[in-house]
């Protein structure tokens, strides 16, 4: 075999051993014959489990989604579960899928390793959302919990999530606990795949029952959904979970006027009608953009294949459908939830918001005025749980989310929850409606309140060796000789989570960040915009977050405002040469 590392070709002639099945050694075979290039791509690592779990191409081989990576994940995973819950009587772990192709295989192959290993599952009967995964985890006081998907990612990945006994995922210090066990199950003959029966039970509609009236005991207008039942609501689940709850929860809030699209509203791993069903790209939204249009609806929401993330289209005041960002729609929610409790008198002092340091500073102002507390995590929804957690039974989560289209309200799931929010946003819309508004206005109206807050993202892709040392290179010199000025603005803050040390660049004073270390830098200026600088940890990627701030006068066009606040984007990306 030429060019090809002899590591690499000893890994693939492990999997032709006995521990692997026929089909499985018949494709190592071809690759070892005559296909080089697959077979450095499937083994030239190990799949990584990282802090969140597996993420990976399906197929065979050592650095791919399959039976046997998702079997030592598992085992390893119940390794450290046995281990942390050894004074126990009995204990157990939930399992649900999405609608990629195999998830329902690989949910299967992970609730027989964690029977084998007496830990007892509850086993989803069919696909569910994310978020009712998180969900079944505190309803049936289980000590952990899996949901295989890889989220809106192409149809040729899937992934493994972990969750922990609080529903929420991994933190430290359990994610790096269960990534060193998972890394000891290094023998094929370590995993148990045979199951045993009596230790896993299916689960479905009774979970379904509570999750969807705890979801319902959320709702803050039901007089005012009343009123505006038939609310034209246009949803697709692009070929997803959502499918299944979303439509439900709609109707249990009250709506009863929801258009679904057919050709997206089945199910299916092969997502063929998009090329990536990602709410967040607008391609994935088109359909229903169309959809929209012809049946003049007040809403548009999609969400993504498991369900916890949802992007939406409002009119503006033309009358068409624009796209709102994830920025947007989280200040819309934050502004609804913050002042419809307030005008409820649900407030009592002690509820909080929740966003990550690249969220729009715009749920800080909101948050501030109407005196609620903004908490502030790292990056990914996992650390809003984890805020949640520490804050059980002292004060009270209200509502929380991120730029990435993730938001949650109440404290029954841990995690971002689609479902829950596509009932919220309606809710919303029929409020706004009922008022003699749209949505467009609203938020239109919050910018003339608070300012208006706009948020830009580039990212840069460095692939292979050299790419990460290049990544390496930029954040060393963003820490080592920081601008002074961007875009003619003077830098007065930088907030390095590695050093966990935010410095005042005009008086010298130093400050600690209480965050978890994080390779993030941030920098502020004094005109109120802000840079956050910070590697993918999944991808090879650095990513920069800019967010500035103008002021909005009442009857001002806001179009005109964007566009000039997206020019003051472009000119700080000029000045720090990263185009």
Aim: charged share 25%; glycine share 8%; aromatic share 8%.
């Amino acid at each position: 075999m030429q060019n090809i590392d002899p590591a690499i070709l000893d890994k693939a002639r492990l999997w032709l051993g006995d521990g692997y099945d026929e089909k499985t050694r018949e494709s190592v075979r071809k690759m070892i014959d005559g296909d080089p290039k697959e077979l450095i791509d499937a083994f030239y690592r190990d799949l990584e489990f990282g802090t969140g779990g597996l993420r990976g191409v399906m197929g065979v081989g050592s650095n791919r989604m399959n039976r046997y990576t998702v079997g030592a994940a598992t085992q390893g995973l119940a390794n450290y579960i046995r281990k942390q819950f050894q004074d126990h009587d009995r204990v157990s772990v939930a399992i649900a899928h999405d609608s990629r192709n195999n998830s329902a295989e690989f949910a299967k192959i992970a609730a027989d390793i964690f029977s084998a290993n007496n830990i007892f599952v509850y086993l989803f009967d069919a696909l569910r959302p994310t978020p009712e995964l998180s969900f079944a985890i505190r309803q049936l006081e289980c000590q952990a919990g899996i949901v295989i998907t890889a989220s809106h990612n192409p149809k040729e990945y899937n992934g493994y999530k972990v969750y922990w006994d609080d529903g929420g995922q991994l933190v430290p210090p359990h994610d790096e606990n269960v990534i060193a066990e998972v890394g000891n199950v290094c023998d094929v003959a370590k995993i148990k795949f045979k199951p045993v029966e009596q230790n896993i039970q299916k689960i479905g509609e009774e979970i379904d029952r509570a999750y969807l009236n705890a979801l319902y005991s959320l709702r803050l207008n039901p007089e005012v959904i009343a009123k505006q039942a038939d609310l034209k609501i246009v949803f697709t689940p692009i070929h997803g979970t959502g499918t299944k709850l979303v439509p439900q929860c709609l109707r249990k809030f009250g709506f009863n006027n929801i258009i679904t699209i057919p050709e997206q509203e089945k199910p299916d791993g092969n997502f063929p009608t998009v090329k990536s069903p990602n709410p967040e790209e607008p391609a994935a939204l088109a359909l229903a953009m169309q959809k929209a249009v012809e049946v003049d609806a007040d809403i548009l929401m999609g969400t993504d294949p498991d369900a916890d993330r949802v992007g939406i289209a409002v009119k503006n005041d033309k009358g068409e459908f624009v796209l709102l960002n994830g920025n947007q729609t989280a200040s819309l929610l934050v502004y609804y939830m913050i002042t419809e409790s307030r005008n409820k008198g649900l407030l009592k002092g002690n509820e909080y918001i929740v966003k990550t340091i690249v969220t729009t500073r715009l749920l800080d102002a909101i948050a501030q005025k109407n005196e609620v507390e903004c908490l502030v995590v790292l990056t990914g929804f996992k650390y809003i749980a984890e805020a949640i957690r520490k804050n059980e039974g002292v004060k009270r989560f209200l509502v929380g989310g991120e730029e990435s289209y993730g938001y949650l309200a109440g404290e029954y799931v841990r995690d971002k929850d689609a479902v829950l929010a596509c009932a919220l946003i309606a809710e919303m819309a029929a409020w706004a409606k009922e008022n003699g508004i749209t949505l467009y206005r609203l938020l239109n109206r919050i910018y003339t309140e608070y300012g208006m807050f706009r948020e830009g993202l580039l990212s840069i892709t460095k692939k292979g060796m050299e790419g990460a040392a290049e990544i390496q290179t930029m954040m060393t010199h963003f820490r080592q000789s920081p601008p002074e000025a961007i875009a003619g603005s003077r830098v007065i803050r930088i907030a390095d989570y590695q050093t966990s040390i935010e410095r005042n660049c005009l008086s010298g004073e130093l400050n600690d960040i209480l965050l978890p270390k994080s390779n993030v830098i941030q920098i502020f200026t004094d005109d109120d915009s802000v840079v956050t600088i910070r590697p993918s940890g999944t991808e090879p990627k650095i990513k920069f977050y800019f967010g500035v701030k103008g002021e909005m006068q009442h009857g001002a066009d806001p179009d005109l405002i964007a566009a000039e606040l997206d020019r003051k984007i472009s000119v700080i990306i000029s000045d720090l040469k990263l185009q």
